[in-house]
């Protein structure tokens, strides 16, 4: 957690820097910031598809359902034979 905390140290530090009067504003002089912000929405919503493949992956596990890896269950030989007459 320590690392993670770390992680935004420099995060901090700049919003700081542009928290100053006027610097704001030069930096996104000519951005279109509606454009910016719709880029930048969709690129957070993919960092979302690895979290789904967890949380499936999880319900998977919890409700013990079987992988593809698993061998199946043997066919049982008089459902092979439905609608036959056994000869006595």
Known sequence: M?????N?????????SMSRAG????EL???DAA?????????HLLIGIPLLVLAL?????????RTPSE???PAQA???AVGRQHEG
Request: glycine residues 14%; aromatic residues 6%; charged residues 15%.
């Open 8 to 16: 935004f140290v420099p995060l901090a530090l700049h919003a700081i």
């Open 57 to 65: 992956g999880v319900a998977q596990f919890a409700t013990g359902r």
């Open 2 to 6: 320590i690392g993670v905390g770390l």
């Open 23 to 26: 610097r704001l504003g030069t």
């Open 71 to 73: 061998p199946q269950a």
């Open 78 to 80: 008089d459902s092979l």
């Open 29 to 31: 002089a000519g951005v």
């Open 35 to 43: 454009a910016e912000l719709r880029r930048y929405t969709a690129r």
